[in-house]
């Protein structure tokens, strides 16, 4: 037995597959679905797998090569990060400071059996994950992918030449009160792909890079050579 | 048997199962955190997630971010794939999609595209997918099927699922009562889905 509003729902299951519902129509619709009776949950199911079905036969229409470059983001951030901990251990430093001033939460954390995951695996799997990409002059993109709930984000160079000797790479956290360290990154460290956790953002606005002399500076000396908005 | 329509559908009817086991079979792999059959599952799908996500976001700056996203995504939840729900390639284009549709809704509703992009979205790329006979087939095969939707139906079909708009925006668009779209969005896919001989 169905009643009309049975059928009203079923009728939803096509927009609802196509994502062409809103968020609250969405929650809304799967509420009813959880409550309806058993044979109406089973058809909407069915009808939202046979859209989907067909929808993957058309992305055949669709597809497009992406571009080489992206290959290496998208395998860096999952592969166990290698050259990550030269460089990570200037960026401990800052990270001690934060976990002193997270108190008990801190404390919280510690009491769990198996806390394992890292801040990169937090960082991909929070809800707000955002990702940015740009050019370093010279060659090479900088990605950022980051969570404002996390606080931290993941930074992976591909193809960004050495800095010369002499110099370093050196990366800024920009807020209100201006550029803060936020470490540097050595001839030694930078390889074809190379991945660094940036474990405090707070309210950054920005990550900005320059180069600059011997092991960096306290303040950016040079003028930015690019800047990834974290927004 | 649909036999007078067989020639027409043979691609996909023939290819798609071997090839969806071996998806399924990556993705299992995935959940185990296995590097290697992360890039094979990215190699063997990133056509169709990123061409898929670039129809929706027409930016490719956008799409690179979000084809990033979404196999991040995959990598931290394809233990949450049910082979008993769907094809695993539905499965990824499914979040493909619903990323790139909450984006380009996100974007409406700031309404500002700032200049980041810009650099990102200079590089080109090769824009050619992998020109293989199969690959043309397949094209040309939902190409002939779309053509055989009415004009009403394809058109609020590609409203809503490739321009993000909700059925309520379409009808809106289309001056038509929701009824209307919602039985157009309905047959639409019914006719769709027996052309290309989904099962």
């Given amino acids: 037995m169905t009643d009309p509003t049975d059928f009203e729902l079923l009728e939803l299951a096509t927009p609802y597959a196509l994502d062409a519902v809103t968020d ?5 619709i799967e509420r009813r679905v959880a409550a309806a009776p058993r044979a109406v949950a089973d058809a909407f199911h069915s009808e939202v797998r046979t859209v989907r079905e067909t929808m993957t036969a058309v992305s055949a229409s669709t597809a497009l090569e992406p571009p080489a470059h992206l290959r290496s983001q998208v395998l860096a951030v999952v592969a166990k990060p290698k050259r990550q901990f030269p460089w990570r251990k200037t960026l401990l430093a800052a990270a001690a400071a934060v976990v002193i001033g997270l108190g008990a939460v801190g404390v919280g954390l510690a009491l769990r059996p198996a806390q394992t995951q890292s801040t990169a695996e937090q960082v991909f799997a929070a809800h707000d994950v955002h990702t940015v990409s740009g050019q370093i002059p010279g060659g090479g993109t900088a990605t950022v992918i980051f969570s404002r709930n996390k606080n931290a984000g993941v930074l992976v160079m591909n193809d960004v030449p050495k800095p010369k000797t002499g110099t370093v790479y050196q990366m800024w ?11 540097t990154m ?7 792909s190379t991945t660094a956790v940036l474990p ?6 920005a990550l900005a890079f320059t180069v600059e002399p011997g092991t ?3 303040e950016p000396t040079t003028p930015i050579i690019a800047k990834l908005p974290l927004t | 048997m649909t036999t007078g329509r067989r020639p027409l559908c043979y691609g996909a009817m023939t290819r798609s199962p071997q090839v969806d086991e071996d998806l399924a079979a990556l993705l299992h792999r995935v959940a185990d955190q296995d590097a290697d059959a992360f890039a094979a599952l990215y190699d063997r799908t990133r056509a169709r997630v990123f061409g898929l996500v670039t129809r929706v976001v027409c930016d490719r700056g956008y799409s690179e971010e ?7 995504q995959v990598w931290q939840n394809a233990a949450n794939f049910d082979p008993d729900a769907g094809s695993a390639l539905a499965w990824l284009l499914t979040l493909a999609h619903r990323r790139a549709v909450d984006r380009v809704r996100a974007e409406q509703a700031a309404t500002q595209r700032d200049s980041r992009y810009a650099t ?4 080109r790329a090769a824009d050619v997918v992998a020109d293989s006979a199969i690959v043309r087939e397949e094209r040309r095969q939902v190409a002939e099927c779309l053509d055989s939707l009415t004009d009403t139906q394809r058109e609020s079909i590609e409203l809503a699922y490739y321009a993000g708009l909700t059925y309520s925006q379409v009808s809106e668009r289309l001056s038509a009562n929701l009824a209307t779209i919602k039985s157009r969005m309905r047959d639409g896919l019914r006719a769709l889905r027996n052309c290309l001989g989904v099962p």
């Fill in chain 2, 66 to 72: 979000i084809t990033q996203e979404v196999y991040l």
């Fill in chain 1, 173 to 183: 956290l920009m807020n209100d009160h201006g550029p803060e360290s936020a470490g």
């Fill in chain 1, 186 to 192: 050595d001839a030694q460290q930078v390889g074809p």
């Fill in chain 1, 24 to 28: 609250d129509e969405r929650a809304v």
């Fill in chain 2, 120 to 123: 990102a979205t200079a590089e």
């Fill in chain 1, 200 to 205: 405090d953002l707070r309210n950054s606005t």
């Fill in chain 1, 216 to 218: 960096g500076s306290a």
